[in-house]
């Protein structure tokens, strides 16, 4: 815009908005084949629910280990640019995988390896495509963005587990991986076609590179600082951490309730991770409307309390249709609130902070993340999948009761220091 007074460009009209689209849409569609094929290939290899969930939790724990750090690379380095590096390597990991297992059998060490570096640039690139949706698109169509990019990599998410399910089927996990690491190859190419907006600059506060490498302490302290003075986002990262002990493992328990628990086969697992994918479409056609029409309060404590109700129901289901049902409406509470807390984040933040105060937002949450995917496998591999629910389903209800009384509840929260 010039001047700040002209229309916003439609998202339809922007080039740069839908090449980056479409690369993150088949990038997506790889990670849904990985989604389904690696908890299928643990099991196919070691026949245990805690192995799946300890690389899960191996992977988290890079995962937080790397959001310490990558704000400040964010917030330094050409976003563009980080982002096809990070591609390019995990376009090299993941095929080390099939490569691997065709050449000498099962290495599930490998998997460890990979997976907890693949992580490192996993959570690199997230944190640059939070920050790279301001770059790319008005501050008006922010929430727009981010519903078209989440509806068509929930799209993805049920197409991908169904397809990664046949695939795996016919020619095993190992091809599916394949399909992971090729889409990768895409999101670089779709990145190297486009050019990212110059964020306006407050010159109050200079940005991260003009500081110099000895100021690396006060910038890595800058996201956390941030956070802690908006009221709501302190509360969003507190509950959200009880989050994550919970959803980081979810995945995985209900890949093993599908393929154990019910007793059924790998394309039945991915049809109902795919169908189950309709509740991320639905949360991401629905946001901008649910938001208008109740606002942010009512859209995340509401989202939390459909995940609790969810997961009690699934622990009672016995059939496939149930456990189908039941997922989906988890997907879609836990796709609503994590588009609201997602976009009210980037719309509050100024840009030349917003990596660092992503990353910090995402370390601090994700913090009992790893222990939580390994002890909540566990608790399923000794206990069944009942009683794990329940108590997740409990926390759930519990994070919503603490946050109705937070300035979460709040229609517009806003970012007064507190």
């Known amino acids: 815009m010039e001047g700040g007074t002209a229309k916003p460009v439609p998202l339809w009209a922007d080039r740069d ?11 997506e569609l790889g990670n849904a084949f990985a989604l389904v094929a690696l908890p299928l290939l643990v099991l196919d290899a070691t026949g245990s629910v805690a192995q799946m969930g300890l690389l899960t939790a191996v992977a988290g724990v890079a995962s937080i280990a790397t959001g310490l750090f990558a704000g400040i690379l964010v917030d330094r380095l050409p976003r563009r640019q980080l982002m096809i590096v990070c591609d390019v390597v995990r376009v090299v990991l993941v095929a080390l995988i099939p490569v691997s297992w065709a050449m000498a059998g099962p290495q599930v060490w490998l998997l460890y390896v ?22 790319l698109v008005d501050a008006e169509r922010i929430i727009e963005a981010n519903g078209r990019l989440t509806t068509t990599n929930a799209i993805a998410f049920i197409v991908g587990p169904m397809l990664a399910g046949g695939l795996s089927g016919l020619l095993g996990p190992t091809a599916a991986i394949a399909v992971n690491a090729a889409s990768f190859a895409a999101s670089a190419l ?8 110059e964020a306006a600059v407050d010159k109050a506060t200079p940005p991260a590179a003009a500081a110099g490498w000895r100021g690396a302490k006060r910038e890595f302290l800058a996201g956390f600082v941030f956070l802690w003075r908006s009221p709501v986002l302190r509360w969003l990262t507190v509950l ?8 980081l493992g979810m995945t995985d328990v209900f890949i093993y309730q599908i393929r154990e628990g019910l007793g059924a086969g790998d394309r039945t697992v991915g049809v109902v991770m795919g169908v189950a994918g309709a509740g991320t479409v639905l949360a991401a056609v629905l946001i901008p409307v649910l938001r208008r029409a109740w606002g ?25 249709w149930g456990t189908t049902v039941t997922v989906l409406c988890y997907q879609f509470g836990m796709a609503l609130a994590g588009i609201s807390s997602m976009s009210l ?5 100024p840009d030349h902070l917003l990596g660092r105060v992503t ?49 979460i509840r709040q229609r517009a929260p806003g970012v007064a220091a507190g």
């Open 345 to 349: 984040r980037q719309a509050v933040t």
């Open 240 to 247: 959200l951490t009880g989050v994550s002990l919970i959803g």
């Open 114 to 135: 990979v997976m907890a570096v693949a992580a490192v640039f996993d959570m690199v690139f997230k944190v640059t495509y939070v920050a790279a949706v301001p770059n």
């Open 296 to 320: 942010f309060g009512v859209c995340w404590l509401g989202s939390y309390t459909l995940c609790g109700l969810a997961l009690g129901l699934l622990s009672r289901s016995t059939t496939v």
């Open 190 to 197: 779709a990145l190297s076609l486009i050019r990212f907006r």
């Open 359 to 407: 990353s910090a937002f995402w370390t601090l949450h994700n913090a009992l993340a790893p222990l939580g995917a390994a002890g909540l496998t566990a608790l399923v591999a000794r206990f069944g999948v009942r009683a794990p629910l329940l108590g997740s389903a409990a926390l759930f209800l519990l994070i919503v009761a603490v946050g109705a009384c937070t300035p």
């Open 17 to 27: 908005f839908t090449i980056f689209w479409c690369g993150q849409t088949l990038s």
